[in-house]
């Protein structure tokens, strides 16, 4: 047994020792409830390519929700993405000369090698702790072998992914044989007499075709197959098209035998295939990586024997128990292979490289898993309950009972955590982990109960059974995730209940442990009946902070602070995190006691002290990125890395006096504040006016300033109409406090319902004018903001097409619900002055549509308008359109301007100031010129014409 410093250090955890040391005192202590952050996933590099079933994305393309797959092929969902991270950095190079980029604390699900070449257990290691382990083995003669250096660490390689039953235009088999033998301008396949009576009994062997003059081999040429070709694209371009990259296993099976009885041959069990594009080789790899085979790609030199050329080729080496050819004469040279390292993909060596942007996601697989390159690697993703687990192992061996929500996570997590964890820090040999049925090591069959000596056992069971909640009679009962829990089992009742009663025998000890979810939650229910202690900051007045995330101020996005309430002291993140931590005294001074008088101690960890590996900036980078995703990842957010319990916003609500109190600030349109970086405006289009808001933006678009709220009538009469009033709007200005002129740069108009083709031609026109239409999301779908951009043509004498911008307005006003939620609690994000427009009405207009049931609701007809609400959502669109889309191409003209204005105006001051150093200098008789002070440019602001967005 290895000491107990070993295996309880709380460096990285701190919150969790008191509770671990709770575990002792089973005579004053019934139960310990946990509500802590959600286990969280590591990151990888943004160009790093996943697997979907529609294709590679990248990491920072990837959103929540998307599919992707995991260690066992199956499909699994993104439930969690942060935002950019700019951690350590390492290259993990496999033995296949395929690597991945990762982050320090990505974990992967990998096995370590020992020094006689004996295979450990698969385990869950960070980089770093591989990096450290590969790093010490180094030099040493013993992991060497053959002059090469072994191997630390492996990782299994996946089982074939699912993919799609697609319909596919060209069957997967004749597209394969083209791919290998056929002409690159037309559909023929060439190969000898016998290997095409094969390999296509129906088609007919020509020997001469009029397409290709010089054709004398013999060959097949499919009907159909030259325009299907023509359709996909192939024609003197062969690749693999991505819908059968993506197809199902079977249709990807026969593709990979046409490519084989073509190109491939085999030799003593290992099959190769050869191929001089570049394209289709790393297309062939993907294909082989899909069906789980490792394959080795190495450059090989080939000679044409009738002209002597000698040309660069790739070579595809790999060795499967799939039958991968269907002509016989190379069938039956294919032989089961039994080398292991097929199965396997070592990591050769892990070195660091330059930070880059990077992204971590959560998936909703039991194991944890997913597949990450085009190499389809396992890597993990996102320790409570097992310190727990260890502390009985170490102090009081007795019969536990480990509950998981589903009987799969329990199986997942007995193979890749429980099982490493019992050997290799609780010292118990594998053979003694084994079941009391002595049966041998599968996973499978004894991951559910295993022996810890002493005659005790440790079960895992599942929730949604009621056998594994009614089975042997336990002293310990850990419970995990309980907030994820049915209600009641079918004809058993609840689960709890069921599982409290296998300790009525024992005086026993039981843990909840679960990431909080909604008010009424299971979790928050027990841990109001405990002790109610929460981790916290100790300020130096003596006083105790918990540091919730709702008591940081932004007031300075670039350094955060949290205040005392006691004593008054502002603290940075950095101070915050270098007091001394412990948990506040109980709030609750009657907690639930049991028969025998013990207590319910329960703890509660907020992420915003204990995640130490994420900034409170990180954290609101990531609750941004949620608001725009939607309400359900906004929940994610909340719940999983802040550890606190969701309100959803059918029971928030914003008061229209404090809304008003909280965001008056003192400006007007033409003296606007110098944080407003630009103007957008959002208008709502009527059949006799125009409902417009021109808002002004921050750099990073996440504060506005309301600039101008008014209705503009137009003459339905009169020729110009409802032209005038927009090229009105388009050529008024506004003015910044430092005297720069600021004009509209985006405006998004309503084109659904009023005026449709005359707000189309009026976009057709504009360069700062974009026609929009807002779709509301279902209740089960959240759109982004930005949806979708097509085309739409017009109508009448006008001929020509404009683009279509389609919104996603519920986003919208989830982002500005949320906005006006922080407003009126303390971190203002949004500011109105006193005038233009902003009064009473236009308040109850923007708070007029309610949430309910995950659904807005618009007003009744004749009640308080909502247009105020529809033009800040379009305001808003247009301002996020303009960050994402116009200034990174850099199509804005005005913008360009000021930025030149500014950089001009700095160099004069830094001049003006070298000059008044140089005179304040002592004079030493010398004579010295003073240089004039560089007067900027008057900056041109007369354009008319600007360029297209």
């Known amino acids: 047994m290895k000491t107990t410093a ?11 020792e008191l509770p671990n040391q709770v575990m002792g005192d089973l005579a004053g202590t019934a139960c310990v409830v946990l509500k802590v952050p ?3 996933g590591k990151d990888l590099a943004w160009y790093t390519e996943l697997p979907t079933p529609n294709g590679f994305v990248t990491m920072r393309d990837l959103r929540v929700g998307d599919v992707l797959y995991s260690m066992d092929g199956s499909k699994t969902r993104v439930t969690f993405k942060t935002g950019a991270q700019y951690n350590p950095m390492f290259r993990v190079h496999f033995d296949d000369g395929t690597y991945l980029d990762a982050g320090e604390d990505h974990r992967w699900l990998a096995v370590q090698m020992n020094s006689s070449y004996g295979r450990g257990d698969e385990a869950v290691y960070t980089t770093r702790e591989m990096f450290s382990a590969m790093e010490s083995k180094r030099g040493k003669r013993s992991w060497f072998c053959r002059g090469k250096a072994r191997s630390v660490f492996s990782i299994r390689v996946p089982e074939a992914v699912e ?52 054709s004398r081999c013999p060959h097949v040429k499919p009907r159909g197959l030259t325009s299907s070709l023509r359709a996909l694209n192939l024609l003197q371009n062969k690749h693999i098209p991505s819908a059968y990259l993506n197809a199902s296993k079977s249709q990807r099976i026969e593709l990979l035998r046409g490519l084989m009885d073509t190109d491939g041959t085999v030799s003593k069990g290992r099959v190769t295939w050869t191929q001089k594009s570049q394209r289709l080789t790393s297309d062939v790899c993907a294909l082989l990586c899909s069906l789980g085979i490792k394959c080795h790609v190495r450059s090989v030199k080939k000679s044409i024997r009738s002209s002597g050329f000698v040309g660069e080729y790739s070579e595809i080496g790999f060795c499967t128990d799939l039958q991968v050819f269907r002509l016989e004469r190379k069938r039956c040279k294919q032989t089961p292979t039994r080398r292991i390292d097929c199965h396997w993909r070592y990591i050769r060596r892990i070195e660091p490289i330059p930070t880059v942007e990077s992204y971590c996601i959560q998936v909703d697989h039991p194991s944890h898993t997913f597949l990450a390159g085009r190499q389809y690697c396992v890597t993990h993703n996102t320790e409570t309950l097992i310190n727990m687990l260890g502390w009985i192992v170490e102090y009081d061996r007795a019969n536990t009972l480990l509950i998981m929500d589903t009987k799969t996570s329990g199986i997942a997590l007995s193979k890749n955590r429980i099982r490493p964890f019992l050997r290799d820090v609780c010292g118990l040999d594998y053979s003694k982990t084994a079941s009391s049925k002595g049966k041998d090591n599968d996973h499978s069959m004894n991951a559910v109960d295993l022996g810890i000596g002493r005659g005790a056992n440790v079960k895992i069971g599942s929730s949604r059974c009621a056998g594994d909640l009614c089975s042997t009679p336990v002293k310990y009962l850990l419970m995990d995730e309980l907030d994820r829990w049915q209600q009641e089992i079918r004809g058993e009742g609840d689960p709890i209940s069921l599982a409290f009663q296998r300790q009525l025998r024992f005086r026993g000890m039981t843990v909840m442990c679960s990431t909080p979810t909604l008010e009424d939650g299971r979790i928050n229910k027990y841990f109001k009946q405990g002790t109610c202690e929460t981790w916290c900051a100790v300020c130096k007045c003596g006083a105790f902070m918990p540091c919730r995330w709702a008591d940081i101020d932004w007031s300075d996005p670039s350094e955060p602070t949290i205040a005392c309430k006691e004593c008054g002291q502002v603290y940075t993140e950095t101070d915050i995190k270098g007091l001394d931590h412990e948990y506040s005294p109980p709030a609750n001074a009657e907690p639930f006691k049991d028969n025998f008088g013990r207590i319910w101690r329960s703890f509660e960890v907020f992420g915003t002290l204990c995640h130490s590996f994420y900034s409170w900036k990180s954290l609101r980078d990531y609750e941004i990125q949620a608001l725009k995703t939607g309400e359900a990842s906004y929940q994610s957010f909340v719940n999983t890395r802040l550890a606190e319990i969701y309100k959803p916003r059918d029971e928030l609500s914003v ?30 289009t009527h059949d006799n006016c125009l409902f417009v808001e021109v808002v002004g933006f921050s750099k990073d678009g996440r504060e506005h300033w309301g600039v101008e709220y008014f209705v503009a009538p137009y003459d339905l009469q009169a020729p110009g109409g409802i032209r005038d009033c927009l090229e009105m709007l388009a050529t008024k200005a506004y003015a910044r406090v430092d005297g720069v002129e600021m004009k509209i740069a985006l405006s998004f108009i309503d084109s659904g319902g009023h005026r449709t083709n005359e707000v189309y031609t009026m976009a057709a026109r504009s360069s700062r004018m974009m026609a929009i239409k807002g779709i ?6 959240q759109d982004p903001l930005i949806r979708k951009l097509s085309k739409v043509s017009l109508n009448g004498n006008v001929k020509g097409k404009t683009h279509l911008l389609v919104l996603g307005v519920n986003a919208g006003k989830d982002a500005l619900f949320d906005m006006e939620v922080r407003t009126i609690t303390g971190d203002r994000c949004l500011h109105y002055w006193a005038g233009g427009g902003y009064d009473k009405t236009y308040f109850a207009g923007l708070l007029s549509e309610k949430k309910v049931g995950g659904k807005w609701i618009a007003p009744q007809r ?50 003006q100031e070298q000059i008044v150093i140089e005179e304040q200098k002592p004079y030493n008789g010398e ?23």
């Open 6 to 16: 070993s295996m309880f250090s709380f460096e990285q955890s701190p919150y969790f």
């Open 862 to 911: 004749g009640s308080t308008p909502n247009e105020p609400l529809d033009c800040r959502v379009y305001a808003m669109a247009a301002a996020e359109y303009y960050l994402t889309k116009i200034i990174p191409r850099g199509l804005d003209p005005d913008y360009r301007r000021r930025n030149m204005a500014k950089k001009v105006s700095k160099k004069a001051e830094k001049e």
């Open 655 to 684: 008061e229209l006096p404090a809304l008003m109190r909280e965001c008056r600030d003192d400006y007007s349109p033409y003296d606007l504040p110098v944080e407003v970086d630009f103007l957008c405006a959002g208008i709502d």
């Open 776 to 781: 509301a999301s279902s209740r089960d779908k």
């Open 163 to 214: 993919g799609v039953d697609a319909e596919l235009p060209i069957e997967p088999y004749v597209l394969g044989a083209w791919l290998g033998d056929g002409h690159s301008h037309c559909g023929i396949v060439y190969k000898s007499i016998s290997d095409l009576a094969e390999m296509f009994p129906d088609e007919p062997i020509l020997r001469f075709d009029s397409e290709v003059d010089s």
């Open 927 to 949: 004579e010295r010129e003073v240089e004039a002070p560089c007067t900027p440019k008057p900056v041109d602001n007369s354009a008319s014409k600007y360029e297209q967005f």
């Open 38 to 40: 959600s286990q969280t």
